[in-house]
């Protein structure tokens, strides 16, 4: 892909997060900053690539390195997420 | 042209059309997962969206790429996974802040590793151009690697500071703004010269400074902001850690990486803006650190002692039977007492007595935003009953109870009045307008992070309740039955 359409993807991307990040109930902050945590660790896709593409034994071992590092973050991310969500409950009416 | 998707799939080496089309998606669920966040009723559905999307990214990066370290990356994966199962099993609501900084410190590693990789195997991630990276990946990459060791560097230093292994007072070292805006401008002259020179021999040195100085100055940047800040700081690395994923995903042309990193860096960010309005201050001046550090609190005259009231659990419960409308304040006291059981116990027995509870939460309570919020749900207080600052303060002039249970500068009413207070212009709650203040503290002796005395301790109406919050709320629960 070229360079403007990366940008134009990100900026419209930016905007995007700013109104859905806006609509996100403030009693629900906490669950938002471990969820994106989590989400942000598809870096993981950079690191898989690293640890699966043969050329450079080094760049396959940090390659690996990352994908453990990330998967701490997507599954610990994921399931504290999922963890907190369920504890926020109302009373049946 | 009807078939060459399906043609592509065949031939995963010339990346097929399916490919960016699956990140694509992978993004929308990120974007679906924030989304579902807007209430808690739609938040579980939200997260499993962004497993979904999670799934997919790595599916697709799986099957369009040389396979043949599958045991190795599987492996990896069983590792990462395990450790990253049992830490959010174990760990203690309480603890979340420290959690969150940590975990943001793995992204940042994370997209330095990547980085690093990216600049010995280019071809691997399709960077090369003329069997060379072109500068502007090499601007990209550089970038990467910056902000990914900023992210892992500050976040340390700010987990050691949540987790009581680093002192939370911030650490002033002289002419550090000098230092720090210099070293910021050497990584960007640094990744200039990086993305301007060729060959192996001559980009190695200023990729490897760039990683070092950032490095440091992620410690750096980190180090002089109090514990007060942290709910600032935790958001600004929380962006960071997407500004990050973004930069990464700018080097491999991942529209996966790139709508979640713009999606988190703007989450980040509006937290951050949050977090300061609240507390009135700027961006720059929380970056700028110092906030609560002995040499600007302390004014050399000797603070007098003012009469205040002082009362016992069984005083607070006489009153809080008689009261018909009670709202409850808590701060970060009461995350450290782990009071917040003991504070659900009481409200039940006060609505069965037919008092209407409601719990006021600001949004600065505590070290990470929403942290009261997930403490008091982690208890079963319905959400319906927890409100936020500009929706219940109209509310305290009909109170019969203001109950403040470990904050302090949220109520203090010097940030209305006295404009040469440090909270000056910070909203806080009226709980002046109670009947009656209960107000829970340890002893007279501390006065908040932001270190300014608090005129509610000595109202008229004010009760101190001086103790252990958990110990003297279950004292009260005990006294009411």
């Not at chain 1, 419209?12 to 609509?23: K, Q, R, T």
């Not at chain 1, 640890?51 to 994921?78: H, M, Q, R």
Request: proline content about 4%; charged content about 15%; aromatic content about 8%.
């Amino acid at each position: 892909m070229d360079f403007i359409s990366i940008l134009s993807i990100f900026v419209l991307a930016c905007f995007v997060g700013y109104y859905v990040v806006w609509s996100v109930t403030p009693a629900l902050h906490t669950p938002l900053m471990a969820v994106t945590n989590a989400i942000s660790s598809v870096i993981i896709v950079g690191a898989l690539i690293a640890a699966a593409e043969a050329g450079s034994p080094t760049a396959k071992y940090l390659g690996l390195a990352g994908v453990v590092l990330a998967s701490i973050n997507i599954f610990g991310g994921f399931a504290v997420t999922e963890r907190m969500l369920a504890m926020y409950k109302k009373k049946e009416k | 042209m009807t078939f060459s998707v399906l043609a592509g799939a065949a031939d995963a080496a010339a990346t097929p059309a399916w490919v960016p089309l699956a990140y694509l998606v992978s993004g929308v669920f990120f974007i679906l997962a924030l989304r579902g966040l807007s209430s808690p009723a739609t938040s579980r559905a939200g997260n499993r969206n962004g497993i979904i999307g999670m799934l997919i990214a790595v599916a697709t990066t799986l099957v369009t790429h040389d396979i043949a370290n599958i045991v190795e990356i599987g492996i990896a994966i069983a590792i990462g996974g395990l450790i990253g199962f049992t830490i959010a099993r174990r760990i203690a609501m309480t603890a979340m802040p420290e959690l969150v900084a940590g975990f943001h410190s793995l992204v940042g590693l994370a997209a330095v590793l990547v980085g690093w990789a990216a600049y010995l195997n280019p071809g691997a991630f399709g960077l090369l151009v003329d069997g060379a990276i072109s500068p502007v990946s090499k601007v990209e990459m550089g970038l990467g690697i910056a902000i990914g060791a900023i992210t892992f560097s500050g976040s340390v230093i700010a987990f050691a500071k949540l987790s009581g292994k680093m002192s939370g007072s911030p650490i002033l070292l002289p002419g550090r703004h000098i230092i720090n805006l210099g070293t910021l401008a050497a990584i960007i002259v640094l990744t200039g010269l990086f993305a301007a020179a060729t060959g192996p021999a001559a980009t190695l040195p200023f990729i490897v400074a760039v990683t070092v100085l950032a490095f440091a100055i992620g410690s750096l940047l980190i180090i002089p902001i109090g514990g007060a800040d942290m709910p600032v700081v935790v958001s600004m690395l929380n962006s960071y850690s997407g500004w990050a994923a973004a930069a990464m995903g700018f080097t491999l042309g991942n529209t996966a990486m790139i709508i979640t990193g713009a999606l988190v860096g703007s989450s980040g960010a509006i937290l951050s803006y949050i977090m300061c309005r609240a507390m009135n201050r700027s961006f720059i001046s929380v970056i700028a650190g110092g906030f609560g550090a002995d040499d600007s609190g302390g004014s050399g005259e000797p603070r007098e002692q003012r009469p205040y009231k002082q009362g016992s659990a069984e005083d607070a419960a006489y009153m809080l039977e008689q009261a018909e409308k009670v709202i409850i304040i808590p701060g970060y006291g009461m995350a450290v007492a782990q009071a917040q059981h003991a504070l659900r116990e009481m409200s039940d027995v006060l609505e069965e007595n037919g008092t209407e509870v409601k719990f006021a939460i600001h949004p600065v309570a505590g070290r990470m935003p929403g942290h009261m919020n997930v403490l008091l749900a982690e208890a079963s207080v319905d959400y319906d009953k927890v409100f936020e600052l500009e929706d219940i303060n109209s509310e305290f002039a009909q109170a019969d109870v203001a109950f403040i249970i470990g904050a302090n500068d949220v109520v203090n009413p010097a940030a209305k009045t006295d404009k040469s207070s440090p909270i000056y212009g910070m909203p806080v709650f009226d709980v002046d307008k109670a009947k009656q203040v209960f107000f829970i503290k340890r002893s007279m002796g501390g006065v908040g992070y932001a270190g300014v005395d608090n005129d509610v301790f000595y109202m008229d109406q004010t009760v101190m309740l001086l103790s252990d919050a958990k110990k003297m709320v279950e004292e009260i629960v005990k006294a009411l039955d």
